[in-house]
Structures are given as structure tokens and as C-alpha cells.
């Protein structure tokens, strides 16, 4: 059977996520036993698990062991799911977290922008309101204006 393919994370925030995880034994067994539940392998040896006991005839019908086991079993795989379901949520949270950085720098530099923006007009205004007043005064001297 062809093995599951770990995902590589190139964000850096999902990258040193994985990595803290990765640290944690409790966490890989987590990863790999939600790794494996969520796959077809794990559907196939149900599969090959149910019939074999129905066909060897492990217990009489109604199956009262194998349906215990099957309720254990769906016990502990629901608690897998939410540990997922945990891990999702702390990805999208610790995405959320850096998406938040960006979006205070961006604010950070359009205020930067405006502000520079600012400076422009107000020099442009006064850049204008100079070369207005002396063409003013070259007309009022008679003297040729700037570029006439």
C-alpha cells in the first residue's frame, strides 16, 4: 500500500507550526493515527477486518464482541477528530495572527504614504503659490516673465 504524502508547509507561520508540533510525542502519535483514520488503507482493513470476522466466525450473531470493539474503536477516533479539528483551528488562528502583523504594517506604511503625500501638496502649494507671485511681480517690473 502506497503511503499517505506528508504535506510540506511553505508559509513560514504553518512551517514553525509543524515544527512545534513535531517536538511533541503525544502530538505525532496524534498526527499519524489522524493520518492513517482519514485514509482508504483504513477503510480497506475494515473491510477485510468485518468480513473475516463474519466469515471465520469469530462469535455467534449478533456480534456483541465486535460491535463493543466497534464502539471503542468510534470512541477513540471521535477524539482524534477533534484533536484535528484542534489542530486546524490553532493553523488558522496562528495564520489569523500573522495576516493581523501584515495588516498593522500595511496601516502603518499607508499612514507613512499619506503623510508624504501630504508633504508634496503642501510643497506643490507652495512651489505654485512662489512662482505665481513672481510672475506677479516680472509683469509689474515689465521684465520678460520665466519662460515667456
Do not use: C
Request: hydrophobic share 40%; net charge neutral.
Amino acid at each position: 500500500m502506497r503511503g499517505r504524502s506528508k504535506t510540506t508547509w511553505t508559509h513560514p507561520v504553518l512551517v514553525q507550526h509543524q515544527e512545534e508540533r513535531s517536538r511533541h510525542l503525544q502530538d505525532r502519535i496524534a498526527d499519524t493515527i489522524t493520518g492513517f483514520a482519514g485514509s482508504m488503507p483504513f477503510v480497506y482493513l475494515h473491510i477485510i477486518w468485518f468480513a473475516l470476522w463474519i466469515a471465520l466466525r469469530v462469535e455467534k450473531f449478533p456480534f456483541g464482541f465486535l460491535t463493543m470493539l466497534v464502539s471503542l474503536e468510534a470512541i477513540f477516533l471521535s477524539t482524534f477528530v477533534m484533536i484535528s479539528q484542534n489542530r486546524a483551528d490553532e493553523k488558522r488562528a496562528a495564520l489569523a495572527e500573522h495576516q493581523w502583523q501584515i495588516v498593522q504594517s500595511e496601516e502603518k506604511q499607508n499612514e507613512e504614504l499619506l503623510n508624504l503625500s501630504r508633504q508634496i501638496l503642501d510643497l506643490t502649494k507652495q512651489i505654485h503659490s512662489l512662482t505665481r507671485g513672481s510672475k506677479g511681480e516680472a509683469s509689474e517690473t515689465g521684465a520678460p516673465s520665466p519662460g515667456a
